[in-house]
Protein backbone atom coordinates (compact mmCIF):
# COMPACT_ATOMS: atom_id res chain seq x y z
CA UNK A 1 0.00 0.00 0.00
CA UNK A 2 2.86 2.26 -0.33
CA UNK A 3 3.52 3.02 3.62
CA UNK A 4 6.76 4.54 3.50
CA UNK A 5 5.82 7.01 0.71
CA UNK A 6 4.45 9.95 2.04
CA UNK A 7 2.32 13.08 1.35
CA UNK A 8 3.40 15.48 4.37
CA UNK A 9 5.17 18.02 1.85
CA UNK A 10 1.61 19.12 1.11
CA UNK A 11 0.04 19.13 4.79
CA UNK A 12 -1.47 15.77 3.87
CA UNK A 13 -1.14 13.36 6.69
CA UNK A 14 -2.91 10.07 5.27
CA UNK A 15 -1.42 7.12 5.79
CA UNK A 16 -2.33 4.94 3.76
CA UNK A 17 -1.33 5.83 0.32
CA UNK A 18 -1.99 3.54 -2.93
CA UNK A 19 0.66 4.82 -5.28
CA UNK A 20 1.17 4.11 -8.90
CA UNK A 21 -1.21 1.01 -8.54
CA UNK A 22 -1.63 -2.05 -11.84
CA UNK A 23 -5.50 -1.46 -13.11
CA UNK A 24 -6.37 -4.33 -11.30
CA UNK A 25 -5.91 -3.23 -8.39
CA UNK A 26 -7.85 0.49 -9.46
CA UNK A 27 -10.69 -1.70 -10.14
CA UNK A 28 -10.72 -3.59 -6.83
CA UNK A 29 -10.51 0.30 -5.23
CA UNK A 30 -13.79 1.24 -7.39
CA UNK A 31 -15.61 -1.94 -7.66
CA UNK A 32 -15.74 -1.25 -3.68
CA UNK A 33 -16.41 2.21 -3.21
CA UNK A 34 -17.35 4.22 -5.94
CA UNK A 35 -20.88 4.26 -6.71
CA UNK A 36 -21.76 3.17 -10.58
CA UNK A 37 -18.65 1.43 -11.04
CA UNK A 38 -18.91 -1.42 -13.06
CA UNK A 39 -16.94 -3.94 -15.13
CA UNK A 40 -18.15 -3.82 -18.92
CA UNK A 41 -18.41 -6.99 -21.22
CA UNK A 42 -15.06 -6.24 -22.93
CA UNK A 43 -13.81 -5.96 -19.76
CA UNK A 44 -13.55 -2.06 -19.17
CA UNK A 45 -13.98 -0.63 -16.04
CA UNK A 46 -17.22 1.61 -16.31
CA UNK A 47 -17.14 5.07 -13.86
CA UNK A 48 -19.69 7.94 -13.58
CA UNK A 49 -18.38 11.57 -13.10
CA UNK A 50 -21.00 12.79 -11.50
CA UNK A 51 -22.68 15.98 -11.82
CA UNK A 52 -20.02 17.19 -14.33
CA UNK A 53 -19.70 15.08 -17.19
CA UNK A 54 -17.76 17.87 -19.56
CA UNK A 55 -15.16 20.66 -18.04
CA UNK A 56 -15.76 23.51 -16.97
CA UNK A 57 -13.67 26.27 -18.63
CA UNK A 58 -15.85 29.25 -17.06
CA UNK A 59 -14.27 27.85 -13.88
CA UNK A 60 -10.92 27.52 -14.80
CA UNK A 61 -8.41 29.82 -13.44
CA UNK A 62 -4.71 31.16 -13.58
CA UNK A 63 -3.32 32.53 -10.66
CA UNK A 64 -1.49 36.15 -11.48
CA UNK A 65 1.69 36.01 -10.28
CA UNK A 66 4.82 37.86 -11.20
CA UNK A 67 6.71 34.91 -13.13
CA UNK A 68 4.19 34.40 -15.17
CA UNK A 69 2.19 37.50 -15.41
CA UNK A 70 3.58 39.24 -18.72
CA UNK A 71 3.45 36.03 -20.51
CA UNK A 72 -0.16 35.13 -19.84
CA UNK A 73 -2.96 35.99 -22.27
CA UNK A 74 -5.09 37.15 -20.14
CA UNK A 75 -9.06 37.55 -20.51
CA UNK A 76 -11.55 34.96 -20.78
CA UNK A 77 -10.02 31.79 -21.48
CA UNK A 78 -6.97 32.82 -18.87
CA UNK A 79 -9.26 34.58 -15.95
CA UNK A 80 -6.63 36.08 -13.36
CA UNK A 81 -7.05 34.42 -9.51
CA UNK A 82 -5.19 35.93 -6.67
CA UNK A 83 -2.51 34.29 -5.26
CA UNK A 84 -4.41 34.26 -1.95
CA UNK A 85 -7.67 32.95 -3.23
CA UNK A 86 -5.53 29.95 -4.82
CA UNK A 87 -4.24 29.38 -1.01
CA UNK A 88 -7.63 29.48 0.42
CA UNK A 89 -9.13 26.77 -2.09
CA UNK A 90 -5.85 24.81 -2.01
CA UNK A 91 -6.43 24.56 1.79
CA UNK A 92 -9.84 23.58 1.15
CA UNK A 93 -8.92 20.90 -1.13
CA UNK A 94 -6.28 19.48 1.31
CA UNK A 95 -8.40 19.36 4.27
CA UNK A 96 -10.93 17.61 2.78
CA UNK A 97 -8.41 14.76 0.98
CA UNK A 98 -6.96 14.29 4.72
CA UNK A 99 -10.43 13.03 5.72
CA UNK A 100 -10.01 10.56 2.94
CA UNK A 101 -8.90 6.60 4.60
CA UNK A 102 -6.96 6.57 2.04
CA UNK A 103 -5.64 8.26 -1.29
CA UNK A 104 -4.53 8.04 -4.80
CA UNK A 105 -1.03 8.93 -6.31
CA UNK A 106 -0.12 8.56 -10.14
CA UNK A 107 3.53 9.72 -10.84
CA UNK A 108 4.60 9.68 -14.71
CA UNK A 109 5.61 11.57 -17.62
CA UNK A 110 4.19 14.49 -19.69
CA UNK A 111 6.18 13.92 -23.01
CA UNK A 112 7.71 11.46 -24.57
CA UNK A 113 10.93 13.17 -25.77
CA UNK A 114 13.24 13.17 -22.73
CA UNK A 115 14.59 16.57 -23.23
CA UNK A 116 11.05 18.09 -22.75
CA UNK A 117 9.05 15.43 -20.26
CA UNK A 118 7.88 16.59 -17.44
CA UNK A 119 7.36 14.89 -14.10
CA UNK A 120 3.72 15.09 -12.96
CA UNK A 121 2.30 13.76 -9.70
CA UNK A 122 -1.56 13.19 -9.34
CA UNK A 123 -2.98 12.87 -5.94
CA UNK A 124 -6.85 11.84 -5.83
CA UNK A 125 -9.28 10.61 -3.88
CA UNK A 126 -11.63 8.60 -6.66
CA UNK A 127 -9.09 4.80 -7.92
CA UNK A 128 -11.35 5.79 -11.21
CA UNK A 129 -9.40 9.37 -11.02
CA UNK A 130 -6.12 7.27 -10.92
CA UNK A 131 -6.73 4.47 -13.53
CA UNK A 132 -7.98 7.36 -15.86
CA UNK A 133 -4.22 9.08 -14.96
CA UNK A 134 -2.40 5.80 -15.43
CA UNK A 135 -3.82 5.93 -18.91
CA UNK A 136 -2.85 9.17 -19.80
CA UNK A 137 0.35 9.90 -18.52
CA UNK A 138 3.36 7.84 -19.92
CA UNK A 139 4.38 5.59 -16.96
CA UNK A 140 7.41 5.05 -15.90
CA UNK A 141 9.11 1.83 -15.37
CA UNK A 142 9.88 0.31 -12.12
CA UNK A 143 13.51 1.74 -12.02
CA UNK A 144 12.17 5.03 -13.11
CA UNK A 145 9.96 5.23 -10.35
CA UNK A 146 11.95 4.34 -7.86
CA UNK A 147 14.31 6.98 -8.71
CA UNK A 148 10.98 9.40 -9.70
CA UNK A 149 12.26 12.29 -7.26
CA UNK A 150 10.27 15.09 -6.48
CA UNK A 151 7.58 16.10 -9.65
CA UNK A 152 7.46 19.53 -11.68
CA UNK A 153 4.13 19.95 -11.33
CA UNK A 154 1.06 18.50 -8.30
CA UNK A 155 -2.22 17.83 -9.24
CA UNK A 156 -4.62 18.03 -6.33
CA UNK A 157 -7.99 16.68 -7.44
CA UNK A 158 -10.46 17.28 -4.40
CA UNK A 159 -13.48 17.14 -7.08
CA UNK A 160 -15.73 15.40 -4.95
CA UNK A 161 -15.49 18.55 -2.74
CA UNK A 162 -16.74 21.77 -3.42
CA UNK A 163 -15.21 25.53 -3.89
CA UNK A 164 -17.02 28.02 -1.19
CA UNK A 165 -18.85 29.63 -4.21
CA UNK A 166 -18.08 33.40 -1.72
CA UNK A 167 -15.03 32.99 -1.80
CA UNK A 168 -13.74 36.14 -4.00
CA UNK A 169 -13.37 35.25 -7.63
CA UNK A 170 -15.33 32.28 -7.40
CA UNK A 171 -18.36 31.83 -10.02
CA UNK A 172 -19.68 28.49 -8.71
CA UNK A 173 -18.94 25.41 -6.91
CA UNK A 174 -16.47 24.29 -9.43
CA UNK A 175 -12.88 25.54 -8.88
CA UNK A 176 -10.40 24.84 -11.73
CA UNK A 177 -6.82 27.00 -10.78
CA UNK A 178 -3.16 26.66 -11.65
CA UNK A 179 -0.40 28.25 -9.98
CA UNK A 180 2.70 28.30 -12.13
CA UNK A 181 4.93 29.56 -9.35
CA UNK A 182 4.29 26.93 -7.34
CA UNK A 183 3.61 24.65 -9.96
CA UNK A 184 0.48 23.19 -8.28
CA UNK A 185 -3.05 22.79 -9.85
CA UNK A 186 -6.15 22.17 -7.90
CA UNK A 187 -9.39 20.85 -8.60
CA UNK A 188 -12.65 21.48 -6.55
CA UNK A 189 -16.58 20.57 -7.49
CA UNK A 190 -15.95 18.60 -10.67
CA UNK A 191 -14.84 14.74 -11.06
CA UNK A 192 -14.83 15.34 -14.63
CA UNK A 193 -11.04 13.14 -15.23
CA UNK A 194 -11.10 15.45 -18.64
CA UNK A 195 -9.69 18.33 -15.74
CA UNK A 196 -6.72 16.84 -15.15
CA UNK A 197 -5.72 15.61 -18.78
CA UNK A 198 -6.38 19.19 -19.85
CA UNK A 199 -4.47 20.82 -16.80
CA UNK A 200 -1.32 18.82 -17.88
CA UNK A 201 -2.14 20.39 -21.63
CA UNK A 202 -2.10 23.92 -20.15
CA UNK A 203 0.77 23.03 -18.05
CA UNK A 204 3.01 22.42 -21.63
CA UNK A 205 1.13 24.76 -23.56
CA UNK A 206 2.71 27.61 -21.44
CA UNK A 207 6.36 25.75 -20.66
CA UNK A 208 6.70 24.63 -24.33
CA UNK A 209 6.63 27.82 -26.21
CA UNK A 210 8.75 29.48 -23.14
CA UNK A 211 11.40 27.06 -24.63
CA UNK A 212 10.47 27.91 -28.38
CA UNK A 213 8.88 24.73 -28.93
CA UNK A 214 4.87 24.14 -30.36
CA UNK A 215 2.54 22.54 -27.98
CA UNK A 216 0.03 21.51 -30.57
CA UNK A 217 -4.19 20.33 -30.22
CA UNK A 218 -3.40 17.96 -32.98
CA UNK A 219 -2.99 13.93 -33.13
CA UNK A 220 -0.33 12.37 -35.59
CA UNK A 221 0.65 9.28 -37.65
CA UNK A 222 2.74 8.14 -39.91
CA UNK A 223 3.23 5.54 -42.53
CA UNK A 224 5.32 2.49 -42.22
CA UNK A 225 8.29 5.19 -44.17
CA UNK A 226 8.24 7.12 -41.34
CA UNK A 227 6.23 10.30 -43.13
CA UNK A 228 4.36 12.21 -40.33
CA UNK A 229 0.82 13.93 -40.70
CA UNK A 230 -0.43 15.97 -38.01
CA UNK A 231 -4.38 16.68 -37.00
CA UNK A 232 -5.29 20.18 -36.21
CA UNK A 233 -8.90 19.87 -34.64
CA UNK A 234 -11.08 20.80 -31.36
CA UNK A 235 -13.18 17.89 -29.65
CA UNK A 236 -15.53 16.22 -31.87
CA UNK A 237 -13.78 17.37 -35.36
CA UNK A 238 -11.83 13.55 -35.70
CA UNK A 239 -8.93 13.75 -34.53
CA UNK A 240 -8.73 10.78 -32.08
CA UNK A 241 -10.56 9.03 -35.14
CA UNK A 242 -8.72 9.82 -37.98
CA UNK A 243 -5.66 9.83 -36.59
CA UNK A 244 -6.12 5.86 -35.73
CA UNK A 245 -5.56 4.45 -38.80
CA UNK A 246 -5.17 0.88 -39.43
CA UNK A 247 -2.89 1.58 -42.47
CA UNK A 248 -0.18 4.14 -40.45
CA UNK A 249 1.26 3.78 -37.00
CA UNK A 250 -0.47 6.04 -33.70
CA UNK A 251 2.00 8.76 -32.29
CA UNK A 252 -1.14 10.25 -30.21
CA UNK A 253 -4.63 11.19 -30.43
CA UNK A 254 -4.48 14.69 -29.07
CA UNK A 255 -1.80 16.50 -27.99
CA UNK A 256 2.07 16.79 -29.24
CA UNK A 257 4.79 19.22 -29.67
CA UNK A 258 6.45 20.14 -32.56
CA UNK A 259 10.44 20.67 -31.78
CA UNK A 260 13.74 21.26 -33.95
CA UNK A 261 13.30 17.30 -34.28
CA UNK A 262 10.07 16.73 -35.05
CA UNK A 263 7.00 16.01 -33.33
CA UNK A 264 6.50 14.13 -29.85
CA UNK A 265 3.43 13.12 -27.91
CA UNK A 266 2.44 14.72 -24.83
CA UNK A 267 0.70 11.77 -23.12
CA UNK A 268 0.47 7.98 -22.49
CA UNK A 269 -2.97 7.34 -23.67
CA UNK A 270 -6.12 8.46 -25.76
CA UNK A 271 -9.09 9.75 -24.82
CA UNK A 272 -11.69 8.47 -27.61
CA UNK A 273 -15.36 10.19 -27.58
CA UNK A 274 -17.50 6.92 -27.45
CA UNK A 275 -21.43 8.14 -28.87
CA UNK A 276 -22.13 5.66 -31.58
CA UNK A 277 -19.22 3.98 -31.32
CA UNK A 278 -19.05 0.65 -33.44
CA UNK A 279 -16.81 -2.00 -34.58
CA UNK A 280 -17.55 -1.21 -38.41
CA UNK A 281 -16.98 2.66 -37.96
CA UNK A 282 -13.77 2.67 -35.71
CA UNK A 283 -12.62 -0.51 -35.27
CA UNK A 284 -9.32 0.19 -33.83
CA UNK A 285 -11.16 2.51 -30.70
CA UNK A 286 -13.22 -0.15 -30.51
CA UNK A 287 -10.78 -2.92 -29.82
CA UNK A 288 -8.93 -0.77 -27.54
CA UNK A 289 -11.82 -1.15 -25.14
CA UNK A 290 -11.02 -4.03 -23.02
CA UNK A 291 -9.04 -4.44 -19.84
CA UNK A 292 -7.36 -1.56 -17.94
CA UNK A 293 -9.39 0.96 -20.25
CA UNK A 294 -11.99 3.62 -18.28
CA UNK A 295 -15.32 3.81 -19.86
CA UNK A 296 -16.84 7.52 -18.30
CA UNK A 297 -20.69 8.07 -18.36
CA UNK A 298 -22.06 4.96 -20.55
CA UNK A 299 -25.18 3.12 -20.52
CA UNK A 300 -25.08 -0.30 -20.28
CA UNK A 301 -27.08 -3.30 -19.90
CA UNK A 302 -27.19 -4.74 -16.03
CA UNK A 303 -27.76 -8.24 -17.01
CA UNK A 304 -24.71 -8.66 -19.46
CA UNK A 305 -22.97 -5.86 -19.20
CA UNK A 306 -22.89 -4.73 -22.66
CA UNK A 307 -22.91 -0.70 -23.30
CA UNK A 308 -25.03 0.85 -25.55
CA UNK A 309 -23.16 3.31 -27.41
CA UNK A 310 -25.86 4.96 -28.81
CA UNK A 311 -27.64 5.51 -25.76
CA UNK A 312 -26.87 9.27 -24.23
CA UNK A 313 -29.29 9.09 -21.32
CA UNK A 314 -26.58 10.26 -19.14
CA UNK A 315 -24.32 12.86 -21.38
CA UNK A 316 -23.38 12.91 -25.25
CA UNK A 317 -19.89 13.20 -23.85
CA UNK A 318 -19.49 9.84 -23.35
CA UNK A 319 -15.29 8.80 -23.05
CA UNK A 320 -12.94 6.12 -22.79
CA UNK A 321 -9.67 6.61 -21.85
CA UNK A 322 -6.51 3.83 -22.98
CA UNK A 323 -3.17 3.25 -22.96
CA UNK A 324 -1.74 4.36 -25.98
CA UNK A 325 -0.46 0.36 -26.71
CA UNK A 326 -3.97 -0.40 -26.86
CA UNK A 327 -4.25 0.56 -30.31
CA UNK A 328 -2.72 -2.58 -32.54
CA UNK A 329 -0.62 0.06 -34.39
CA UNK A 330 0.97 2.77 -31.94
CA UNK A 331 4.45 3.78 -32.16
CA UNK A 332 6.46 3.31 -29.46
CA UNK A 333 8.34 5.56 -28.25
CA UNK A 334 5.36 8.27 -29.31
CA UNK A 335 7.89 10.40 -31.44
CA UNK A 336 7.88 10.96 -35.21
CA UNK A 337 9.78 13.41 -37.49
CA UNK A 338 8.72 16.88 -39.32
CA UNK A 339 5.26 16.19 -40.43
CA UNK A 340 5.03 15.79 -44.30
CA UNK A 341 1.32 17.19 -44.27
CA UNK A 342 -0.40 19.24 -42.12
CA UNK A 343 -4.40 19.01 -41.61
CA UNK A 344 -6.65 21.45 -39.94
CA UNK A 345 -10.07 19.72 -39.41
CA UNK A 346 -12.70 21.67 -38.92
CA UNK A 347 -16.77 20.75 -38.40
CA UNK A 348 -18.48 23.77 -39.80
CA UNK A 349 -22.30 23.98 -38.86
CA UNK A 350 -22.93 25.69 -41.78
CA UNK A 351 -22.82 23.63 -44.29
CA UNK A 352 -20.63 25.60 -46.54
CA UNK A 353 -16.51 24.80 -46.55
CA UNK A 354 -16.07 22.15 -48.88
CA UNK A 355 -14.44 18.46 -47.66
CA UNK A 356 -11.24 19.51 -48.09
CA UNK A 357 -9.30 22.52 -49.68
CA UNK A 358 -5.54 23.13 -49.98
CA UNK A 359 -4.51 26.07 -48.19
CA UNK A 360 -1.30 28.49 -49.25
CA UNK A 361 0.82 29.21 -46.44
CA UNK A 362 -0.95 32.18 -45.87
CA UNK A 363 -4.20 31.02 -45.83
CA UNK A 364 -2.56 28.50 -42.84
CA UNK A 365 -1.98 30.80 -41.15
CA UNK A 366 -5.09 32.55 -41.41
CA UNK A 367 -6.98 29.42 -40.47
CA UNK A 368 -5.28 28.23 -37.85
CA UNK A 369 -5.36 31.88 -35.83
CA UNK A 370 -9.22 31.36 -36.94
CA UNK A 371 -9.90 28.20 -35.54
CA UNK A 372 -13.29 27.46 -36.52
CA UNK A 373 -15.15 24.58 -35.81
CA UNK A 374 -19.03 23.98 -34.35
CA UNK A 375 -18.83 23.10 -30.69
CA UNK A 376 -20.34 19.65 -30.20
CA UNK A 377 -22.77 19.26 -28.19
CA UNK A 378 -21.81 17.22 -24.48
CA UNK A 379 -17.87 18.22 -25.46
CA UNK A 380 -18.30 21.47 -22.74
CA UNK A 381 -20.83 21.45 -19.70
CA UNK A 382 -24.24 23.91 -21.38
CA UNK A 383 -23.77 23.11 -24.61
CA UNK A 384 -26.79 21.55 -26.10
CA UNK A 385 -26.24 21.34 -29.37
CA UNK A 386 -23.98 22.45 -32.19
CA UNK A 387 -22.81 25.96 -32.32
CA UNK A 388 -20.38 27.68 -34.50
CA UNK A 389 -17.35 28.97 -33.01
CA UNK A 390 -13.60 30.07 -33.31
CA UNK A 391 -11.48 28.55 -30.86
CA UNK A 392 -7.54 30.26 -31.78
CA UNK A 393 -5.25 27.54 -32.95
CA UNK A 394 -7.64 25.10 -32.83
CA UNK A 395 -7.52 24.95 -29.01
CA UNK A 396 -8.46 28.16 -27.54
CA UNK A 397 -9.65 27.28 -24.83
CA UNK A 398 -6.02 25.53 -24.03
CA UNK A 399 -3.63 28.29 -24.66
CA UNK A 400 -1.60 30.23 -22.23
CA UNK A 401 0.33 32.72 -24.24
CA UNK A 402 -1.60 35.40 -26.90
CA UNK A 403 -2.85 32.59 -30.12
CA UNK A 404 0.08 34.67 -32.34
CA UNK A 405 2.48 33.20 -30.12
CA UNK A 406 1.36 29.30 -31.35
CA UNK A 407 0.34 31.12 -35.16
CA UNK A 408 4.49 32.29 -35.15
CA UNK A 409 5.96 29.20 -33.80
CA UNK A 410 3.86 27.14 -36.63
CA UNK A 411 4.94 29.53 -39.58
CA UNK A 412 8.09 29.07 -38.48
CA UNK A 413 8.03 24.97 -38.39
CA UNK A 414 5.78 25.71 -42.22
CA UNK A 415 8.62 27.62 -43.57
CA UNK A 416 10.94 25.48 -42.57
CA UNK A 417 9.19 22.18 -43.86
CA UNK A 418 7.47 23.28 -46.79
CA UNK A 419 4.49 20.76 -45.50
CA UNK A 420 1.67 21.58 -47.71
CA UNK A 421 -1.32 22.06 -45.43
CA UNK A 422 -4.90 20.80 -45.63
CA UNK A 423 -8.69 22.13 -44.22
CA UNK A 424 -10.66 19.02 -44.17
CA UNK A 425 -14.50 19.76 -43.13
CA UNK A 426 -16.04 16.65 -41.14
CA UNK A 427 -19.39 18.57 -41.01
CA UNK A 428 -22.34 19.37 -42.44
CA UNK A 429 -23.21 18.65 -46.66
CA UNK A 430 -26.17 19.87 -48.48
CA UNK A 431 -27.43 22.34 -46.12
CA UNK A 432 -26.61 23.31 -42.24
CA UNK A 433 -27.03 21.86 -38.89
CA UNK A 434 -30.62 21.07 -39.11
CA UNK A 435 -31.02 20.69 -42.87
CA UNK A 436 -27.97 18.83 -44.07
CA UNK A 437 -26.29 15.48 -42.97
CA UNK A 438 -22.93 14.87 -41.36
CA UNK A 439 -19.92 14.48 -43.74
CA UNK A 440 -19.49 10.45 -44.29
CA UNK A 441 -16.69 9.32 -42.18
CA UNK A 442 -15.79 6.79 -45.35
CA UNK A 443 -15.37 10.06 -47.73
CA UNK A 444 -13.36 11.86 -45.11
CA UNK A 445 -10.89 8.78 -44.73
CA UNK A 446 -11.11 8.77 -48.59
CA UNK A 447 -9.41 11.97 -48.53
CA UNK A 448 -7.04 11.79 -45.77
CA UNK A 449 -5.71 8.80 -47.81
CA UNK A 450 -5.69 10.71 -50.92
CA UNK A 451 -3.58 13.24 -49.10
CA UNK A 452 -1.03 10.45 -47.58
CA UNK A 453 -0.74 8.64 -51.02
CA UNK A 454 -0.31 12.38 -52.78
CA UNK A 455 -2.82 11.94 -55.30
CA UNK A 456 -5.19 14.77 -53.85
CA UNK A 457 -1.55 17.44 -54.33
CA UNK A 458 -1.66 16.43 -57.59
CA UNK A 459 -5.34 16.92 -58.37
CA UNK A 460 -6.80 20.01 -60.02
CA UNK A 461 -8.36 22.38 -58.03
CA UNK A 462 -11.08 24.79 -58.25
CA UNK A 463 -10.77 28.63 -56.33
CA UNK A 464 -13.51 29.15 -53.98
CA UNK A 465 -14.82 32.27 -54.96
CA UNK A 466 -15.30 33.14 -51.38
CA UNK A 467 -12.78 32.18 -49.63
CA UNK A 468 -9.99 32.07 -51.94
CA UNK A 469 -8.30 28.64 -50.88
CA UNK A 470 -8.73 25.77 -53.74
CA UNK A 471 -11.05 22.71 -53.80
CA UNK A 472 -10.01 20.04 -55.37
CA UNK A 473 -11.82 18.97 -58.59
CA UNK A 474 -11.88 15.25 -57.66
CA UNK A 475 -11.14 12.85 -55.08
CA UNK A 476 -10.83 8.39 -55.84
CA UNK A 477 -13.74 7.01 -53.43
CA UNK A 478 -15.30 10.59 -53.25
CA UNK A 479 -18.61 11.66 -55.43
CA UNK A 480 -17.38 14.54 -56.94
CA UNK A 481 -20.42 16.40 -56.65
CA UNK A 482 -19.35 16.65 -52.77
CA UNK A 483 -16.52 18.45 -53.59
CA UNK A 484 -18.16 21.29 -53.99
CA UNK A 485 -20.64 22.44 -51.42
CA UNK A 486 -22.92 24.91 -53.68
CA UNK A 487 -23.40 21.51 -55.65
CA UNK A 488 -24.90 19.63 -52.64
CA UNK A 489 -27.74 22.55 -51.71
CA UNK A 490 -30.80 22.41 -53.33
CA UNK A 491 -31.02 26.30 -53.17
CA UNK A 492 -28.18 27.88 -54.72
CA UNK A 493 -29.09 31.09 -53.66
CA UNK A 494 -29.61 30.04 -50.05
CA UNK A 495 -25.63 28.65 -50.06
CA UNK A 496 -24.27 32.02 -51.05
CA UNK A 497 -26.13 33.79 -48.77
CA UNK A 498 -24.89 31.35 -46.07
CA UNK A 499 -21.79 31.73 -47.72
CA UNK A 500 -21.00 35.39 -47.31
CA UNK A 501 -23.27 34.23 -43.98
CA UNK A 502 -20.10 32.43 -42.53
CA UNK A 503 -17.24 34.57 -44.10
CA UNK A 504 -18.45 37.52 -42.25
CA UNK A 505 -18.22 35.89 -39.50
CA UNK A 506 -14.63 35.06 -40.07
CA UNK A 507 -13.97 38.44 -41.05
CA UNK A 508 -15.30 40.16 -37.31
CA UNK A 509 -13.38 37.51 -35.48
CA UNK A 510 -10.24 38.16 -37.08
CA UNK A 511 -10.01 41.72 -36.38
CA UNK A 512 -8.92 41.16 -32.51
CA UNK A 513 -5.73 39.52 -34.39
CA UNK A 514 -5.68 41.91 -37.28
CA UNK A 515 -2.68 44.33 -35.94
CA UNK A 516 -0.71 41.33 -35.04
CA UNK A 517 -0.99 39.98 -38.42
CA UNK A 518 0.97 40.56 -41.73
CA UNK A 519 -0.51 42.37 -44.65
CA UNK A 520 -0.42 38.67 -46.37
CA UNK A 521 -2.27 36.82 -43.50
CA UNK A 522 -4.66 39.73 -43.35
CA UNK A 523 -5.44 39.21 -47.34
CA UNK A 524 -5.32 35.23 -46.64
CA UNK A 525 -9.08 35.55 -45.26
CA UNK A 526 -12.54 35.28 -47.01
CA UNK A 527 -13.41 38.05 -49.64
CA UNK A 528 -16.78 39.82 -49.05
Not at 295 to 301: F, I, K, M, P
Not at 307 to 329: H, L
Amino acid sequence: MGQDFSLAQYDITVQQIVRNAPPAQLYEHALRNEAGSAISSTGALIAMSGEKTGRSPKDKRIVDEPSSHDNVWWGDVNIKLAEHVFMVNRERAIDYLNTREQLFVVDGYAGWDERYRLKIRIICSRAYHALFMHNMLIRPTAAELADFGQPDYVIMNAGAFSANRYTSGMTSKTSVALNFARKEFVILGTEYAGEMKKGVFTILNYLMPLRGQLSMHCSANEDHAGNVSIFFGLSGTGKTTLSADPNRRLIGDDEHVWTDRGVFNIEGGCYAKAINLSAEQEPDIYRAIRFGSVLENVHYDSSTRKVDYTNISITENTRCAYPIEYIDNAKLPCTGTHPTNVIMLTADAFGVLPPVAKLTPEQAMYHFISGYTAKVAGTEVGVKEPSPTFSACFGGPFLVWHPTKYAELLAEKLRATNAPTWLVNTGWTGGGYGVGRRMSIKHTRAIIDAIHDGSLAATRTIEDPVFGFHVPAECKGVPTEILTPRNTWSDAAAYDETAKKLANFFVQNFKKYESLASDAVRAAGPRL
